[in-house]
């Protein structure tokens, strides 16, 4: 059963006549009749029955009619839902995002949607409680600041995968922060939609009273022959030690494998080892000892992109939480 065939069917039963079933919902007589005689292959018993000219409902018509009604109301029902969810300003958003990502940014970012709420809460004062319990707008025991903080609720988690692992997280999450090195292959287009957040460098680190230090930019010549603490293989920026060790012909002394950027930096801050951080997303605040130089020669550059599905997109509490990581990364990576 086609649910238009239903309410062709309640129609007959409410008009009396497929004339104006055909006028009332502007198609011709011939398809109401079309449609009736379609629904009526899956009942094994009279739906309609002549009446003079007309064509009225039999007792069991009628029973499918009130059936159908009920079928036509859950579905308008359901639209009603699905849209009041997509075009919810303070729905439930779920990000994941990299380590160096979630450092950076989820403190920010859920410092700028609670000004976004204390802002609209400030616009907008709330009324009393009785009045907007009068109004139906709150349950009792609701804070006020709900019904007028149309902001929405984070809830944020971390994921240490490898590049290519970042669009499957599409599947748990609703944001995902992903990064890829430039050479790296692009996103899936047929599965995640990527919105661009930075082109973040990844830079030479070295303890501030280091040889390099005095230098404002370094070669691969100047840092292949010390030894480094990398990310483990398959992760960034590991695979930036391999161009470096083919530019400056040698290869790349790797003591310590850690993917944490925190656990990187403490070690690069004892003189001991140098690494890759990146420019924007590991700032001083990871070490005070650590100062980062520009590596020449070679792109070291990694995009960082907000990774999602394509239906997610469509809610408005998704793409507030995307414009505001926009923002904020814009801040960040601010000269």
Request: hydrophobic letters at 40%; aromatic letters at 4%.
């Given at each position: 059963m086609e649910l238009h065939q239903l309410q062709m069917l309640r129609e007959l039963g409410e008009l009396g006549s497929v004339k104006a079933v055909a006028e009332t919902l502007s198609v011709t007589p011939s398809a109401v009749s079309q449609q009736i005689s379609?629904?009526?292959r899956h009942v094994d018993i009279p739906l309609t029955r002549k009446d003079g000219r007309n064509l009225i409902l039999t007792d069991a018509g009628r029973v499918l009619a009130d059936a159908g009604a009920q079928v036509v109301d859950a579905m308008a029902s359901a639209k009603s839902a699905i849209g009041a969810y997509q075009h919810d300003a303070g729905g439930t958003v779920t990000i994941c995002g990299f380590h160096s990502a979630g450092q950076a940014l989820f403190a920010p970012l859920v410092r700028r949607l609670a000004g976004m709420r204390d802002a609209a809460m400030a616009d907008s004062p709330a009324l009393l409680d009785t009045e907007l319990l009068d109004a139906g707008q709150l349950n009792k025991g609701q804070p006020v600041a709900a019904v007028h903080a149309a902001v929405p609720l984070l809830k944020l988690s971390d994921e240490d995968v490898a590049q290519q692992d970042f669009p499957a997280l599409t599947a748990k999450y609703d944001l995902v922060l992903a990064h890829r090195m430039d050479h790296s292959?692009?996103?899936?287009?047929?599965?995640?939609?990527?919105?661009?957040?930075?082109?973040?460098?990844?830079?030479i680190a070295v303890a501030a009273d280091h040889p390099l230090a005095t230098k404002s930019a370094l070669s691969p010549q100047d840092v292949v022959a010390y030894p480094w603490v990398a990310s483990r293989g398959g992760y960034s920026p590991a695979d930036m030690l391999n161009a470096i060790?083919?530019?400056?012909?040698?290869?790349?002394?790797?003591?310590?494998?850690?993917?944490?950027?925190?656990?990187?930096?403490?070690?690069?801050?004892?003189?001991?080892?140098?690494?890759?951080?990146?420019?924007?997303?590991?700032?001083?605040?990871?070490?005070?000892?650590?100062?980062?130089?520009?590596?020449?020669?070679?792109?070291?550059?990694?995009?960082?992109?907000?990774?999602?599905?394509?239906?997610?997109?469509?809610r408005t509490s998704v793409m507030l939480v995307a414009r505001a990581l926009q923002e904020v990364m814009a801040e960040l990576t601010r000269d």
């Open positions: 379609l629904l009526q292959p692009e996103w899936p287009q047929s599965r995640v939609r990527a919105i661009p957040l930075a082109h973040e460098p990844l830079d060790g083919a530019v400056a012909s040698q290869p790349v002394n790797v003591v310590h494998r850690i993917n944490d950027y925190w656990a990187a930096a403490a070690l690069v801050s004892t003189g001991e080892v140098i690494g890759l951080l990146p420019r924007y997303t590991s700032s001083p605040a990871l070490n005070p000892g650590v100062v980062l130089r520009p590596l020449t020669g070679i792109s070291t550059r990694r995009r960082i992109d907000l990774l999602a599905r394509p239906e997610t997109l469509k």
